[in-house]
């Protein structure tokens, strides 16, 4: 048995997450702001991670085997993070994203090494507290975080790549709906004129992933993604069989594109998960179910 601290946890990836953990008879503490009660067998922790003393104070003289840190997007709060946990855990998880290949434009699969933290430049003076400057640099924020572990680590680090997650009733960003309002309404949808193919993940096999991550003992990125990538077709072809509805597509050069396309291509190679000892369904095996899942809830 580990004790496991999961930081945020309160929907989706995350709350499969600890259900998995507690199934498998660890002892975890969610530490979160509150909105949410965790699952019935976890210990709650209740405080603002940005909040460097109030975290203190919150974790008093609680210490980890793990900590899963879902909810790590700047390298302010990955700073935050080192100094107050690194004193207290053995080893550090952190959800990271494919989206840290942003810059990449390969037709092969990319490789973790695409992307060394310990080169990563970290400017702590951006305006990372902006909302929406955060959104608009979300994989330059998970870059940074990374290298704020690999570049003074205080502990054993993983920097989990996760890939674009599909599936689950409970997808709160609206990507896999914004596809089916518009077949249902025959509206267009707008893509790239070169459009990419992409690597997805099941929600329930990222949870998974992270579960049997947090009981082994390697280190470093590692990509987390089914094999297969996926094309905005693909989805969509999956989409009108939930809605009897037909895509139609607006090809633009530049400008706003529908989620999930995409004018560059960094799908992920995920050799080094496999040779660690985990290997993820091809997409096309849940591509369907996990859609349905999600379009079944939307209507």
């Known amino acids: 048995m580990l004790h496991i601290c999961v930081i945020g946890g ?7 997450l600890i259900q998995r953990l507690l199934t498998s008879g660890h002892e975890v ?19 603002d991670r940005d909040d460097e003393e109030a975290l203190e104070a919150a974790l008093g003289p609680l210490a ?13 709060q990955a700073a935050v993070a080192r100094r107050v946990l690194g004193p207290r855990t053995r080893r550090y998880v952190m959800t990271s994203t494919v ?12 490789r973790e090494d695409a992307v060394d933290p310990r080169s990563v430049a970290v400017d702590l003076d951006l305006p990372w507290d902006d909302p929406d400057f955060r959104e608009a640099h979300y994989g330059e924020g998970k870059r940074q975080a990374e290298a704020v572990f690999a570049q003074d680590p205080a502990f054993p680090y993983v920097a989990v790549r996760v890939a674009h997650v599909l599936g689950g009733a409970d997808d709160f960003t609206g990507r896999v709906a914004h596809y089916a309002d518009r077949i249902r309404a025959g509206v267009p ?4 004129v070169t459009n990419h ?13 992270l579960a049997w991550t947090a009981e082994k003992d390697f280190t470093g990125p590692v990509n987390a ?5 996926l094309t ?3 989805i969509c072809a999956a989409v009108e069989a939930h809605t009897g509805g037909r895509a139609a597509f607006r090809e633009v050069e530049a400008g706003e594109v529908s989620p999930f396309s995409f004018r560059r291509s960094y799908p992920m190679d995920t050799t080094r998960a496999a040779a660690l000892g985990h290997s993820f369904r091809p997409a096309p095996d849940w591509l369907r179910q996990a859609v349905g899942e999600t379009v079944g809830a939307a209507r």
């Open 10 to 16: 309160s929907r989706y990836i995350g709350k499969r």
């Open 29 to 47: 503490t969610v530490l979160n702001r509150g909105s949410s009660a965790p699952p019935a067998g976890a210990r709650s922790v209740i405080a």
């Open 64 to 76: 980890f085997d793990v900590v899963i840190d879902q909810v790590c997007y700047t390298p302010r």
């Open 99 to 110: 989206e840290v290949y942003e810059h990449q434009d390969s037709a092969s699969p990319v």
């Open 189 to 192: 949808i707008a893509v790239p």
């Open 197 to 209: 193919p992409a690597t997805y993940v099941y929600v329930e096999d990222i949870a998974g992933f």
């Open 225 to 229: 993604a089914s094999p297969g990538p």
């Open 232 to 234: 905005t077709g693909d």
